[in-house]
Nanobody
Framework: VQLQASGGGAVRTGGSLRLSCLAS???????????MAWFRQAPGEEREFVAG????????LYSDSVRGRFTISRDNAKNTVLLQMNSLKPEDTAVYYC?????????????????WGRGTEVTVSS
């Protein structure tokens, strides 16, 4: 299954972006049974967890830095995971990656995620 992230861009502080992650695979393979997550990596920093969601989409997880501003959701029928980002801050500037877990329950540990998409860049200016 390939994961393709899109929706990144450049916005000013307080702006919004919506990232999308589309999963596609041969023979109808999907990630509908896998937990999904978004991670990000800022320049010179390690990759960090942003938000995750279980396979049913009813149990989201958020890092402290984005809770209350970002919302993760998924549409298994469309093989899509979304990250709505509101009230963006310059410290949200990073390359954002979507990833599929080997488990169905949500997790914030990178070790649980074996399938990674190419990132989409988000730049927030003050």
């Amino acid at each position: 299954v390939q994961l393709q992230a899109s929706g990144g861009g450049a916005v000013r502080t307080g702006g919004s972006l919506r990232l999308s992650c589309l999963a596609s695979g041969r023979s109808g393979r999907t990630v509908s049974n896998n937990a999904m997550a978004w991670f990000r990596q800022a320049p010179g920093e390690e990759r960090e967890f942003v938000a995750g969601i279980n396979w049913r989409g009813d149990s989201p997880l958020y890092s402290d830095s984005v809770r209350g501003r970002f919302t993760i959701s998924r549409d298994n029928a469309k093989n899509t995971v979304l990250l709505q980002m509101n009230s963006l801050k310059p410290e949200d500037t990073a390359v954002y990656y979507c990833a599929a877990s080997i488990y169905s329950y949500g997790s914030n540990s990178q070790r649980d995620f074996r399938n990674w998409g190419r990132g989409t860049e988000v730049t927030v200016s003050s």
